[in-house]
């Protein structure tokens, strides 16, 4: 861990740039089981905010690991290191007044406490939202192929099969994808965030 190191603050100041921009900077954190929708609604929320004309941008668990995450496993302590390399991410671009999306797993309470806490020291913004479907549900969708091959023991340490989810207990939105499409999902999402004065 590096010691010799100063935080350089710069030169814009907290208030000119949410001024500047017209937003305040928020981190939106999605978290469900694989095939939940995620991702889904996470991409159809930034096309509807970049349409709103808003500096937004998404963070995907698959696309995270084929750049900055590549060196992480799937056991318990890379699932850790994942997400808290994520948290810092989106504090970073919560920080620059960006509404940033992240798409993940995120199968422990403990690890988005700590996701949340780095955004609450900072003065950032921190949106849980619990992208919710029955195991059964999320079985049957199954896009990757990724449930069948963990009850084959083809994937272990799989999440909902193998490892466990822990469901946030307080989300700051709770969605129900087996009850609830996209359009529907994007827009309560987009309606709180208005309510919040992020956008």
């Not at 496993?73 to 808290?84: A, C, L, Q, V, Y």
């Amino acid at each position: 861990m590096s010691t010799n190191i100063t935080f350089h603050t710069g030169s814009v100041s907290a208030e000119e740039r949410p001024a500047l921009l017209s937003q305040k900077g928020v981190t939106v954190w999605f978290t469900g089981l694989s095939a939940s929708g995620k991702s889904t609604v996470a991409c159809a929320l930034e096309q509807h905010l970049l349409h709103l004309h808003k500096f937004t941008y998404r963070l995907d668990g698959d696309n995270i690991r084929f750049g900055l995450n590549k060196d992480l496993g799937f056991d318990d302590k890379s699932r850790n290191e994942n997400i808290r390399r994520i948290g810092e991410v989106s504090k970073l671009f919560a920080d620059a007044c960006c509404i940033a999306l992240t798409a993940f797993i995120s199968p422990f309470r403990a690890d988005r406490a700590v996701a949340r806490e780095l955004h609450e020291k900072a003065g950032l913004a921190f949106v849980e939202v619990y992208i919710d479907a029955p195991l059964a549900v999320v079985e049957a969708r199954d896009p990757k192929g990724l449930y069948k091959k963990a009850r084959s023991g083809e994937i272990k340490d799989f999440t909902g099969i193998s490892s466990p989810y822990e469901a946030p207990e307080s989300p700051e939105i709770h969605i129900k994808t087996d009850e609830c499409d996209v359009a529907e999902a994007v827009k309560r999402i987009t309606e709180y965030l208005t309510e919040k004065k992020f956008i």
